[in-house]
């Protein structure tokens, strides 16, 4: 079945550091891609999307591109600030009709230090 | 808009013990979902609605019922609580068509089933 896999936390890094957070996926087809970032005590909000391949998702300066040929989508970010503190979630949905699901995967916590 | 509201926060019950998990949404979405979310295992979800009056089972539905009578609430029940179901659970939705579209999330209810 379809699955996504997040590289495993925490993540601690200093701010201004680069960020990489890797996540691939096995689907069917030609899923759409997200990261939602959950903030503590919060619920989960979308950060970015990419719904087919090559496509480039930015929001609050990450980034993370489709690549169908390795199937990832990796989240990047050139300079984290501490706010970024948070656990990001991979996920895909798999055009399914009405019903495609969210799948996610198990989420990697980062904190960033001053 | 409100967005996505779910009642209540906190939740503590004994073992056996029945409640009932609101889920309100004010933006006419079509699909709704509930998730459960446990320590390095992401969202899974638990019972999903297309519509008002159509519901169906997700990844882990057992111990778990929902009934959907308007379009804006989708309530979980938990019928005779047990220890495993200690959780945050997370209610969604999300307009009904296309694989793309984005998913708003409540802000999450903690239970702990003692």
């Known amino acids: 079945g379809d699955s996504v896999t997040q590289m495993e936390g925490p993540v601690t890094l200093s701010e201004e550091a680069f960020l990489t957070i890797n996540c691939t996926y096995t689907a069917t087809g030609y899923p759409s891609l997200f990261w939602y970032v959950q903030y503590p005590g919060e619920g989960l909000q979308l950060l970015l999307k990419?719904?087919?391949?090559?496509d480039k998702g930015s929001n609050k300066g990450f980034e993370a591109t489709y690549r169908k040929e390795t199937t990832s989508f990796h989240l990047e970010k050139g300079s984290v600030q501490v706010s970024d503190s948070a656990v990001y979630f991979c996920?895909?949905?798999?055009?399914?009709?009405?019903?495609?699901?969210?799948?996610f995967g198990q989420g990697t916590t980062l904190q960033v230090k001053p | 808009n409100a967005g996505v509201t779910q009642t209540p926060k906190f939740q503590v019950l004994k073992t056996g013990q029945s409640m009932t998990l609101q889920c309100a949404q004010d933006?006419?979405?079509?699909?709704m979902s509930w998730y459960r979310q446990d320590p390095g295992m992401g969202l899974r979800l638990i019972h999903y609605?297309?519509?008002?009056?159509?519901?169906d089972q997700g990844e882990v539905p057992n111990g778990y019922n929902v009934s959907r009578s308007t379009t804006e609430d989708f309530p979980l029940r938990l019928l005779s609580a047990a220890p495993s179901q200690t959780s945050v659970y997370f209610c969604?939705?999300?307009?009904?068509?296309?694989?793309?579209?984005?998913?708003?999330f409540g802000p999450g209810t903690r239970l702990t089933v003692l």
């Open positions: 609605s297309v519509g008002a009056g159509i519901t």
């Open positions: 996920a895909l949905r798999a055009y399914s009709g009405n019903t495609g699901k969210l799948i």
């Open positions: 990419a719904t087919k391949a090559d």
């Open positions: 933006m006419n979405h079509e699909y």
């Open positions: 969604a939705s999300r307009e009904r068509t296309g694989s793309y579209n984005e998913q708003f």
